[in-house]
Antibody, heavy 121, light 106 residues
């Protein structure tokens, strides 16, 4: 059974940094692209970043580009999200999600339980 | 960017009802659409992928249809466990989600 367990969330001041981790089990980790998706309190879902199975290719929406960095350690089956220059609007639950390939397109098929990031002074 | 619009935002229904949620994309996304169910404090759960394909383990009362810009999620006979928030999501060009439809008990 695929399991994704996030950690590293917490309270951080505006302009600060935080690093999230996602430990994966029950899958051949290097075979799958992975993503981070966030959900602000009481709001909908927003894609934050994706990374290819080998870690060579990364993707971001404009809202976090240049501030967030996704990476992975395939030897430890772990996904990371380095978040810098944090803003109040980055406050959200951050979910780690596995991407499943369908032809040349990918959708999220497994999700972790999420970790809360609060940006506030 | 592709925008996804769901309707209604809130839906009140009773156990046993047949309900339909619609999702419209701002441009054609072929069939690259997924539907998720989310309960409070929990992660989203995949229900449908590629517009109409039922994820393994998901009850057959859930079905999806559509292509291009217009899509629907139908629950044929509501069960108590189905009251939740539902999101559509396009994966034709990166990923965007609809704003969600909260399915409430009438």
């Amino acid at each position: 059974e695929v399991q994704l367990v996030e950690s590293g969330g917490g309270l951080v001041q505006p302009g600060g940094s935080l690093r999230l981790s996602c430990a994966a089990s029950g899958l051949t980790f290097t075979s799958y692209a992975m993503s981070w998706v966030r959900q602000a309190p009481g709001k909908g879902l927003e894609w934050v970043s994706s990374i290819s199975g080998g870690g060579d290719n990364t993707f971001y929406p404009d809202s976090v580009k240049g501030r967030f960095t996704i990476s992975r350690d395939n030897s430890k089956n772990t996904l990371f999200l380095q978040m810098n220059s944090l803003r109040a609007e980055d406050t959200a639950v951050y979910f780690c999600a596995k991407l499943q390939r369908s032809f040349d397109w990918f959708y999220f098929d497994y999700w972790g339980q999420g970790t809360l990031v609060t940006v506030s002074s | 960017d592709i925008q996804m619009t769901q309707s209604p935002s809130t839906l009140s229904a009773s156990v046993g009802d047949r309900v339909t949620i619609t999702c419209r994309a701002s441009q054609s996304i072929s069939s690259w659409l997924a539907w998720y169910q989310q309960k409070p404090g929990k992660a989203p759960k995949l229900l449908i992928y590629r517009a109409s394909n039922l994820e393994s383990g998901v009850p057959s009362r859930f079905s999806g249809s559509g292509s291009g810009t217009d899509f629907t999620l139908t629950i044929s006979s509501l069960q108590p466990d189905d009251f939740a928030t539902y999101y559509c999501q396009q994966y034709n060009s990166y990923y965007t989600f609809g704003q969600g439809t909260k399915l409430e008990i009438k």
